[in-house]
């Protein structure tokens, strides 16, 4: 970096020790350079002015031409409140002030023309706009269009707020030509039409229109999402090269045996597709680091199977973690009985395995005795090893921590292949983002003859007629679930609203005709795991659970899910619940009960539910409401320094991004050529400045 750029703020003009000393403790301002970064949030056309009988609540902040007609001053609490009856030539609104009333009430006059900024609120039938700016009305010089930067309290005290920030902005810009070096190949920056990286800073902060302002927000964009692709896909070579992984040569017997004789059903394209891109990982001689993306039911599990077969065939062992017992022991059966025919050995270890059983499976393990073992996190335990473990598969990976993954390393000399799926698809742009050193693997289609899930939303008049419809679908033969949020199992209220959730179902319910199962997170493993069974063989109708439920079990024959309070769901928690059903072949029906005033965002999340049955699409709507922060967790919260792209709107340009980053090491794998050299400074700032970020899984 050159000097200009990391002069101290303290030395900027207007900048004195006292605002400095606050630039950098509120918001991490050191130098010239990081005040250029701090870029403006939004912008405001003040040339254009609206008329009062415009105004509506989409409208944001609004600029008005008027004339203050009169004040009213009330007593609010222990302070005052003026209000200012202003008007223009289509009608009045109130300006209103809850602070400083008696000087601002001196500082204003009556019938002068001024202008007015501000938020408009409608309150009470009528529009009102709190604490406004008001000056007299004048043309700005610098054409009507000005940043807004976001400020704090002490800033604004100081006289940083968003306008004092304009005002230390200026003289830096001044001095700005000749001092901002070129990072993108020039090739780059003609094929895309960027500005100059000079261009964009001056133009970011000091647009002469929006179109300017867009574009100079568009170069700074591209920059920092092509250096975060490029970042991720170096990280991604390097981890590649250093690590190595078992060849698995053959197809092997087990594999052909089971493809060819015992298979259920035949495999879907995604299916064939997603298994070539693991049969190849696994020819590399390079370790496997995959996460397979699909849909509650499109199949993941048989994929999974074909892959452990084509490790056992090549003469290693396997494992298969799931989150909790219950699937487990699910995956367990299943897997048992579509192998019955074969000579395999599996077996199960969740918890609640006996510690004398244990201790045999352990040293079975060791002899190389199991060939696939399946089960919970018990499976993680460091005792738990084995002969010759190759492959890992870890299901439904969003319940599973990185730490944790990253234990099955250490079961082998060389790591063994490592496969997570996840039926909470991730928004592409945020799994090339998140995932950057992972490779992903997709199935985009389900298997033939579902019958895609009719999903309501009803409110608390519809009870009756709810219940009406499950009986119904009772006397039809079929199984219902209904589940109550349980977020936090110590939440008592949550709890109460279960049991009498379940009391209320069992009155409407009543045996011998109907029997009702309850499941939640307060009970001992074997009563849940009885109650389950029940379940799933069919000896009760109904299932009254919480969250529990919400991965991977499998009851074909169960066609509705009834959500209570679905408002207090998350998207993609209501599309994984939604999953448990429609797995047969009847007609399944998902059922949204919320109450009557839920909020925009709730009211939104139903809509979509109804809407659509695709994870993809249902996440990304997700992102557009929660951000990508709240969806990824905070743990990879450190990949969320964006300082103006956003991963949530910005989709788009993080693919187009990608695809240059990639180009980039294609033509120049090593970043050696002249015309690369800003990408390199950069580049190697980052790896250096990062150095423990690598791994994921
Ligand atoms: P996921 O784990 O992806 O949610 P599963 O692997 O549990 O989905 O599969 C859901 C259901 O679909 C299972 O009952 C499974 O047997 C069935 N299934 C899987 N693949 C196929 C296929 N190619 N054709 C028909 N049914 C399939
Ligand atoms: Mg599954």
Redesign the pocket.
């Given at each position: 970096m050159n000097s200009f750029l990391i002069t101290p703020i303290e030395y900027l003009k207007g900048i004195g020790p006292q605002k400095a000393e606050l630039l950098k403790k509120e918001l991490g301002i050191f130098s010239f350079g990081d005040l250029l970064e701090f870029y403006p949030f939004r912008y405001v056309d003040r040339s254009k002015f609206q008329k009062i009988d415009e105004l509506n609540s989409q409208i944001g902040h609004v600029q008005i031409k008027g004339e203050i007609i009169g004040f009213i001053e009330s007593v609010m609490g222990r302070g005052k409140r003026l209000t200012a009856k202003f008007k223009d030539d289509t009608g009045i609104i109130d300006l209103v002030w809850f602070k400083g009333a008696s000087w601002i009430k001196n500082s204003l006059k009556i019938n002068v023309e001024v202008q007015i900024y501000g938020k408009p609120n409608f309150f009470k039938g009528g529009w009102s706009i709190p604490h406004p700016e008001i000056s007299k009305v004048h043309v700005n010089p610098q054409g009507g269009f000005q940043p807004v930067y976001s400020s704090t309290e002490r800033l604004t005290k100081a006289g940083l707020d968003s306008k004092g920030i304009v005002k230390v902005m200026a003289p830096l810009i001044e001095q700005l030509t000749g001092q901002i070096e070129e990072l993108i190949p020039l090739e780059l920056k003609n094929e895309h039409r960027l500005m100059s990286r000079e261009e964009a800073i001056m133009s970011i902060h000091q647009p002469k229109s929006e179109l300017e302002a867009r574009n100079a927000g568009l170069r700074l964009k591209f920059e920092e999402l092509f250096f975060l692709q490029l970042e991720l896909l170096f990280r991604k070579k390097i981890t590649l090269q250093k690590s190595l992984g078992y060849k698995f040569e053959i197809v092997g017997d087990q594999f052909n045996t089971f493809y060819d004789k015992h298979i259920?059903?035949?495999?879907?394209g995604a299916?064939k597709r997603v298994l070539k891109e693991i049969r190849k990982d696994f020819t590399t001689g390079h370790h496997m680091n995959r996460l397979l993306q699909?849909?509650?039911?499109?199949?993941?599990?048989?994929?999974?199977l074909l892959s452990i077969l084509l490790a056992i065939g090549n003469g290693f062992q396997t494992a298969l973690i799931a989150p909790t017992e219950i699937l487990s022991i699910q995956h367990f059966e299943?897997i048992k009985e579509m192998l019955t025919e074969m000579n395999i050995s599996i077996e199960l270890l969740t918890g609640s395995t006996k510690k004398k059983d244990r201790k045999v499976l352990h040293e079975r393990l060791l002899n190389g005795d199991v060939d696939l073992l399946i089960g919970t996190h018990a499976l993680l335990e460091d005792i738990v090893q084995f002969k010759n473990l190759g492959f890992v598969v870890i299901?439904e990976q969003h319940r599973f921590g990185v730490a944790q993954r990253a234990r099955m390393w250490k079961k082998n000399t060389i790591p063994p292949h490592v496969l997570i799926?996840t039926?909470t698809p991730i928004p592409r742009t945020l799994a090339m983002t998140f995932y950057g050193d992972l490779d992903v693997s997709v199935?985009d289609e389900m298997?033939?003859?579902r019958k895609s899930i009719i999903t309501m939303h009803k409110y608390e008049e519809s009870r009756l007629r709810m219940f009406g419809f499950i009986k119904e679908e009772i006397d039809k033969g079929r199984q219902v679930y209904i589940v109550f949020p349980l977020i936090m199992e110590s939440e008592t209220l949550d709890f109460n609203n279960l049991i009498d959730g379940f009391e209320a179902i069992t009155r409407s319910f009543p045996a011998p005709r109907h029997h009702v199962s309850m499941v939640h997170g307060k009970m001992k493993p074997a009563d849940k795991e009885f109650e389950m069974n029940r379940f799933v063989k069919g000896e009760t109708q109904i299932m009254v659970a919480t969250t529990v439920i919400e991965v991977?079990v499998?009851v074909?024959n169960a066609s509705v899910m009834v959500i209570e309070s679905a408002e207090r769901f998350g998207l993609s928690q209501l599309h994984q619940l939604r999953?448990r059903v429609g797995?047969g072949s009847e007609q399944s029906f998902c059922i949204l009960m919320t109450g009557e005033k839920i909020s925009k965002d709730s009211l939104k999340r139903m809509q979509t539910m109804v809407r659509t049955n695709d994870g993809f699409e249902i996440s990304e709507v997700d992102l557009q409401l929660r951000g990508p922060g709240d969806l990824m967790g905070t743990q990879q919260s450190g990949l969320m320094d964006l300082k103006i792209a956003d991963l949530a709107k910005d989709g788009a340009l993080v693919a187009i991004a990608r695809d240059a980053a990639k180009e980039l090491i294609k033509s120049d794998p090593t970043v050696e050529k002249k015309e690369n050299k800003g990408v390199r400074s950069v580049l190697s700032e980052m790896l250096r400045s990062k150095p423990n970020w690598g791994r994921i899984a």
């Open positions: 259920p059903f035949s495999l879907t299916q699909g849909d509650v039911g499109s199949g993941k599990t048989l994929v999974a299943s299901d799926m039926a199935i298997p033939p003859g991977g499998n074909p999953g797995r």
